[in-house]
């Protein structure tokens, strides 16, 4: 088997947004924010040119090969995230029970799901807004994983337990995911 000596990926980096790199991290800076996170893997090495940020690993195996594409994508998703942002929007169903959302401080919570008596809560992760009108709940920040994640957590609270999903189709599902542009 013949290893490869070198792995190589370039992002582009456009003109409004600024790419900073101290060592294992990574700041990137965009008319929607700052975004900073720390790559900290042994082999691979993360470095800049003028306008293009440059991740590479000398003489890698698979692993390597496969994490140099992932550090690539996570710094294309904050490159874009910061340029862009990310808007997620789900849908309230119900059938017989309406439910109301509402968001206090970093939490969503969630009453008279399936005519429980008890609230279901979610979290909200990192700085996501999130807003409820009607049926509609949008989620929208700069970190993808972050508004993924706020969107995973109220899938979850409202998820269908001891009944047949296929006749109780109750919960707050996701309709449409969009990049839109901040301004």
Known sequence: MVKLSNITETIPVPEDVTVTIDGNDVTVKGNGGELTRNFNH???AISQDEENVIVSVAFPNKKDKAMVGTIRSHISNMIYGVKHGFTYKMKIVYAHFPMTVKVKGNTITIDNF?????????????????????????LTGINKEHVGQTMANIEQATKIKRRDPRVFQDGIYLV????????
């Open 114 to 138: 399936l005519g429980e008596r008890s609230p279901r809560l979610a979290k909200i992760i990192g700085d996501v807004k999130v807003q409820v009108k009607g049926e509609d709940v949008t």
């Open 42 to 44: 042994n082999k691979i």
């Open 176 to 183: 449409d995911k969009t990049q839109e542009e901040i301004e």
